[in-house]
């Protein structure tokens, strides 16, 4: 705290508030580490893993249910991409594989498109809406 005459100009504690304590800014970076890992077919997949670590240790800290939701499409998006890819690789022997993974990265396209414009909207991406 720092005393000026009369007046008094305090200062919060930067610990508690910035950059990476806005639930918004959180999740747009987990949005965009998600996706780097995704875009480059793997070759960053520890942002992809980053982003699920970051998901699953900021879940608790927010307060807005609308980021939890986010939270969810991704873990949900993930988890589930990752049982189809395993599963189009084990099909490639019969060729029925080609066409899981090909499904699957649509799909997983299709989910971050829509889920990162809900987030620039602020709305849920489990809004039957859009």
């Not at 705290?1 to 305090?10: K, L």
């Not at 918004?24 to 077919?41: C, D, E, N, P, Q």
């Not at 807005?64 to 599963?87: C, G, K, P, Q, R």
Request: net charge neutral.
């Amino acid at each position: 705290m720092i005393f000026q005459g009369d007046n008094t100009v305090s200062f919060s504690d930067s610990s508690s508030s910035g950059f990476f304590s806005n639930p918004k800014t959180i999740t747009k970076i987990v949005y965009i580490l998600f996706a780097l890992g995704f875009i480059t077919s793997g070759f960053f997949w520890p942002s992809t893993l980053l982003s699920v670590v970051i998901i699953y240790n900021k879940r608790g800290e927010l307060g807005n249910a609308m980021y939890v939701e986010h939270f969810d499409w991704l873990l949900y998006t993930f988890w589930l991409s990752l049982f189809l890819i395993t599963l189009g690789l084990i099909l490639t022997f019969i060729y029925i594989g080609y066409l899981v993974i090909l499904l699957t990265v649509v799909w997983v396209m299709y989910r971050l498109v829509k889920g990162f414009s809900c987030l620039c909207d602020e709305i849920s991406p489990y809004n039957t809406n859009t």
